[in-house]
């Protein structure tokens, strides 16, 4: 972490302490002018170094890559292929998942072709699922003890694996941090408000919680999954979740492309309102009900969770 980042860590703890007992609207006050200053401190730096190419660590067990996709014909078999030449010969225990579904184009003759060429798993439905429904049904295939959910598209690069992988140690969710983020305007600005939202109202420390670039323990995704109900696309919603659940979470910067080739297949500009909408109801519901179970009034940070092996430092 750069100084710039470590100092605005402990600017952040050290406000959210102080503000732990504050009245709304000094909440609201501070929280304001804390956010500001933090953006400007801590803008998502990527390392400058090349990350070392693996060999992925045998010992913290084997990866499954998921790859959810809808419409990337023209794409496709490009994001496959060079995470699949990533992955050859450094990692030794890893399977590739593709779930398809509701494609109009030619993804699914694409995938076809692709799967009789690379030792690849291919599941295609002709109802669209969505993509929080896609990735969860892409995890409940997969075998190995990590997951590493990518979007198809090619916006992240797949040597940026290896900034992840190191990671798997003392982490429970890797989250890569669009660093920063090439999409229009108008879905940075929306994409910042959602997380600041999220981190008011949720107390938390992350930044960017709808990245498509994660590498997660599978056991979490499924102990969280069946509860995720409030906030539409499956990732912001486990992040806060897996919080609140005691895992140990790490957002860590790396590059990110603007879409090459085809278009959004979720954020139509037509449907943003209404998705905005959706997103702010379901975040105050969600805060609603773990006002209810009480867990705001925990101590911060959680305690890890039980269950998982803790493979020391
Ligand atoms: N299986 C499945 N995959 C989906 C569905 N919707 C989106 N995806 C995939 O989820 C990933 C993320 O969707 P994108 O449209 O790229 O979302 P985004 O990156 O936020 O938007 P862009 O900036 O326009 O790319 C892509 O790989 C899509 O192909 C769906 O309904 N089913
Ligand atoms: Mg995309």
Known sequence: MTLLGECSVRLRQSVENATAKASLPALLRIGTIRDTIFAILAKPQISSEMPLRGPADPSLGGISCVFPVHNESFIIEQTIRNYFAEFEGRVTD?????????????????????????????????ERLGYGSAVIDAVSRATKPWVFVVDSDYQFAAIDFWRLEPHRRNQDVILGMKAPRKDPFYRIFLSYG?????????????????????????????????????LSFFTAEFVVRAHYAGYRILEVPVRHYARKIGSTTVFYVSKLFLICFDQFAGILRMRAEFKRRGLFERAHPPEPASGLEDHGS
């Open 94 to 126: 890893f399977e590739f998942v593709v779930c398809e579904d509701g494609s109009t184009d030619d993804t699914k003759i694409v995938l076809e072709r692709l799967a009789k060429d690379l030792p690849i798993r291919v599941y295609m439905s002709d």
């Open 194 to 230: 959602y997380n600041w939202l999220l981190r008011f109202f949720f107390k938390l420390p992350y930044r960017d919680m709808d990245t498509g670039f994660r590498l997660i323990r599978r056991e979490i995704i499924q102990e969280i999954a069946p509860d995720i109900k409030y």
